[in-house]
T-cell receptor
Framework: GAGVSQSPSNKVTEKGKDVELRCDPISGHTALYWYRQSLGQGLEFLIYFQGNSAPDKSGLPSDRFSAERTGGSVSTLTIQRTQQEDSAVYLC????????????FGPGTRLTVT | TQLLEQSPQFLSIQEGENLTVYCNSSSVFSSLQWYRQEPGEGPVLLVTVVTGGEVKKLKRLTFQFGDARKDSSLHITAAQPGDTGLYLCAGRDTGRRALTFGSGTRLQVQP
């Protein structure tokens, strides 16, 4: 079946512009996660959605970052007034349910802020 | 904030050699996972260990969870070029749904 998909695969933007990154989770997966990965490093948790519960936003680095999940499926991560330090690969993952051990990751969106 | 430290950060070895990657924390995790990531792709789960002292084998890969559930190791026997990639450990604590990832170990196996 289809895995987690993300778009765009690459995004180059100018400092100060807003960007939207999209994630399509695996159908039927109720949990969705966003992570950020700096070049060749580990993953930094950003935000977590589980069904209709309030999202866990504890990992968002500033109020310039926000995310939505519409209809319990597609999610959009928005970064306002981008800064050069926002340059990274943004990874989305989904899992069958909260607490489920396996998270399935998408290929990521590489964001470059010039 | 729980932290996971991986060592070594980078490892370059010849085909056929053995290696061990370590993942250490001062915190206790309810479970620990190992992922492998290739360039341009997301991480792929290799194994989940749950019980302190647990050992799991996946072909030439052996994973161990420390007795106190604070550390883990990944041992690869007779490494092959196909093992090349970024290896990430990730821990889950009981009070949080998201994973805490280590900084990664980049493995390069030369033919």
């Amino acid at each position: 079946g289809a895995g987690v998909s993300q778009s765009p695969s690459n995004k180059v933007t100018e400092k100060g512009k807003d960007v939207e990154l999209r994630c399509d989770p695996i159908s039927g997966h109720t949990a969705l996660y966003w992570y950020r990965q700096s070049l060749g490093q580990g993953l930094e948790f950003l935000i977590y959605f589980q069904g209709n519960s309030a999202p866990d936003k504890s990992g968002l680095p500033s109020d310039r970052f926000s995310a939505e999940r519409t209809g319990g499926s597609v999610s959009t991560l928005t970064i306002q007034r981008t800064q050069q330090e926002d340059s990274a690969v943004y990874l989305c993952a989904s899992s069958l349910r909260s607490g489920s051990y396996e998270q399935y990751f998408g290929p990521g969106t590489r964001l470059t802020v010039t | 904030t729980q932290l996971l430290e991986q060592s070594p950060q980078f490892l370059s070895i010849q085909e056929g050699e053995n290696l061990t990657v370590y993942c250490n924390s001062s915190s206790v995790f309810s479970s620990l996972q190992w992922y492998r990531q290739e360039p341009g792709e997301g991480p792929v789960l290799l194994v989940t260990v749950v019980t302190g002292g647990e050992v799991k084998k996946l072909k030439r890969l052996t994973f161990q969870f420390g007795d106190a559930r604070k550390d883990s190791s990944l041992h690869i026997t007779a490494a092959q070029p196909g093992d090349t990639g970024l290896y990430l450990c990730a821990g889950r604590d009981t009070g949080r749904r998201a994973l805490t990832f280590g900084s990664g170990t980049r493995l390069q196996v030369q033919p």
